[in-house]
């Protein structure tokens, strides 16, 4: 056997001693072919004609490669009578066409064969065919019918054992054995010439199955792969269903156990007095919202404390729409509230006085000195803007002495207020109005009172109107200098004095200084004579340019210089008169507020 496939011999000859001959190799250890007897010599019909029979299996439909078949010789071998036991085959041999005589295959199970007596070596049986015939073909008078014989045990090849020689085969019709050709049999194996029409096919002893019995194939082992694969996909549907579930769990109570986050320990409370926080909570409790209900309008806005008494200071627009006293309200940091009423109000300097009676435990605010104040200096805002009661805010001193004027809703002046302010960039909105600006030591150095719009427009909103902007960090609050006075006379007198320098002013100038006008607005002079700028000198046409070596560009910023005086105080006048500047000097007069 070459490479586990066996080898196939042409036809094994009638005498007995040539089948002798073919040697048999050890069978315990399975490495070379079987031996094949010769088969006894029988009469067969279609063998006179001398057409070979196709019996030779191709490699497509067996699965067997044949080897090259021995040359036979046309000597024909002498016979010599049988002697020995017969021997069984153990390997079934190619199947032929049933004998002449209707005996079946299966009738057939064993041939016998008697053991030769040693031969001389094999000799061609007759000259090569030319046409290279196949020696195997159908049965003749000089080849018997092969008998059928059971599937025998598969025998493992053997390595390195003989390779028998094939079994020459005889008679005077033999031909010379050609090697076989592989053909393909796309629909099956060949039929053997002769055979058409027969029941009997070709008999594979390694085929699928055979003529009368079938091969049981072993059982099939199952697949341990497909088992782990489908443990697997369960395993992971579980672990994915389980999975879920906890998910869905901690997302809907938001874990497993209580969740403590970490939170530092409760610590001392206390801040700097200077700090923000120091200055708003030593602030606060001064502080007030003032709630204001009357002509049909509403409005909120912001005041501080001044003394124990129970007086309160704001600005005039928070109180102006009231009708009565009792349509004041005052709210107390603590939340506590009382009725208050009103003391006193001026328009000109947008400040007023309202008290409140029956309450104790009043915490007045300490007053500082707005003179003191530098640019850059930190303050602290404080008040209710748009009804928020006790917002804190901070920032800085931007600029002093900026103459802004506020109101003049009435259209004929009386209500407009001149202040020469200080600038905060503390945010500052409508409900600010009224309260006071902190510096770091909790000190009173201002009232706010108004803001810039981004329009362009200045002014202030009292009570969260929504038409009324917020901050965009141009806030101005009246110097605590000037609120102090006044709040002062409306305490004592409830009204407040105004500085005068006694001249009418042209508002439709629009050179560069404050012009004094040619008449008055009744016609009467446009100098008060006997006044303090009559006094001084100076007269109509003249165009003031300096205050107190201060530059003031039009009338509104020298009617605000002049109001950041008390009546009494002296000032010192730039002017031009024909072309020449002037220096005049003049104390300042006095008039009743409104």
Do not use: C
């Not at 299966?106 to 030319?130: C, I, S």
């Not at 002893?205 to 099939?220: D, K, L, S």
């Not at 006008?517 to 009559?534: I, N």
């Amino acid at each position: 056997m070459n490479n586990g496939k066996p080898n196939w011999w042409s036809r094994p000859s009638t005498s007995a001693p040539e089948a002798a001959r073919i040697p048999t190799p050890p069978s315990e250890d399975g490495d070379g072919d079987f031996p094949l007897p010769a088969p006894r010599p029988s009469e067969a019909p279609g063998a006179a004609d001398g057409a070979p029979a196709d019996l030779t299996e191709t490699e497509q439909d067996s699965g067997f490669r044949l080897t090259e078949p021995q040359p036979l010789t046309s000597e024909p071998l002498a016979a010599e009578p049988a002697t020995g036991p017969a021997v069984e085959l153990t390997k079934s041999a190619p199947a032929a066409q049933p004998p002449a005589d209707g005996t079946p295959p299966e009738a057939l199970v064993h041939a016998e064969a008697a053991p030769a007596d040693p031969a001389p070596p094999a000799q061609p049986l007759h000259t090569p065919d030319e046409y290279r015939t196949p020696p195997y073909g159908e049965p003749g008078p000089w080849a018997p019918a092969p008998p059928v014989q059971r599937p025998p045990a598969a025998v493992p090849p053997q390595h390195g054992g003989p390779v028998p020689a094939a079994a020459p085969m005889g008679g005077p019709h033999a031909h010379p054995q050609a090697p076989p050709q592989p053909q393909p049999h796309p629909q099956g194996p060949p039929v053997p010439p002769g055979a058409q029409g027969s029941p009997w096919t070709q008999y594979d002893p390694w085929g699928a199955g055979g003529p009368g019995f079938a091969f049981e194939q072993a059982p099939r082992k199952k697949s341990r792969k497909g088992l782990a694969i489908a443990g697997a996909l369960v395993f992971a549907l579980i672990t994915g269903v389980i999975g879920g579930g906890i998910g869905a769990y901690v997302e809907r109570n938001g874990g497993l156990t209580t969740v403590e986050l970490p939170q530092a320990e409760a610590g001392d409370t206390d801040r700097a007095p200077e700090s923000v926080a120091g200055i708003a909570a030593s602030a606060l409790p001064g502080v007030v919202t003032l709630h204001v209900r009357g002509s049909g309008s509403s409005g909120t806005g912001t005041g501080f404390v001044l003394d124990t008494k129970g007086h309160i200071l704001t600005n005039n627009h928070v109180v102006d729409g009231a009708a009565s006293s009792e349509d004041i309200t005052v709210t107390f940091s603590s939340g506590e509230s009382a009725r208050a009423k009103l003391v006193g109000k001026d328009t000109g300097y947008d400040l007023a006085v309202v008290q409140v009676t029956g309450v104790s435990g009043l915490k007045p605010l300490p007053l500082g000195n707005s003179d003191n104040v530098r640019v850059g200096d930190p303050v602290v805002a404080i008040g209710a803007p748009f009804d928020l009661s006790n917002t804190v805010t901070s920032g800085i001193i931007s600029a002093k002495e900026r103459p802004i004027t506020a109101g003049g809703e009435k259209g004929d002046g009386s209500d407009i207020s001149y202040v020469d302010a200080l600038q905060t960039d503390a945010p500052i909105n409508p409900g600010n109005s009224g309260g006071p600006l902190l510096d770091s030591k909790a000190r009173v150095i201002g009232i706010n009172s108004a803001i810039r719009a981004a329009g362009g427009s200045g002014g202030e909103g009292d009570g969260g109107s929504a038409a009324q902007p917020g901050s965009i960090g141009l806030g101005f609050a009246i110097p605590i200098n000037q609120g102090k006075r006044v709040a002062e006379e409306l305490i004592n007198t409830g009204k407040a004095t105004h500085p005068v320098i006694g001249v009418s002013l042209d508002m439709q100038f629009n050179g560069d200084g404050a012009r004094v006008g040619e008449k008055g607005k009744d016609g009467s002079a446009s100098v008060t004579p006997g006044g303090p700028a009559a006094k001084a000198g100076l007269r109509p046409g003249d165009v003031i340019t300096k205050v107190d070596g201060q530059r003031v560009h039009n009338g509104e910023e020298l009617i605000v210089k002049i109001r950041a005086h008390r009546p009494g105080d002296k000032l010192e006048l730039t002017l031009t008169r024909n072309g020449k500047e002037l220096t005049k000097t003049l104390t300042l007069g006095s008039s009743q507020g409104t």
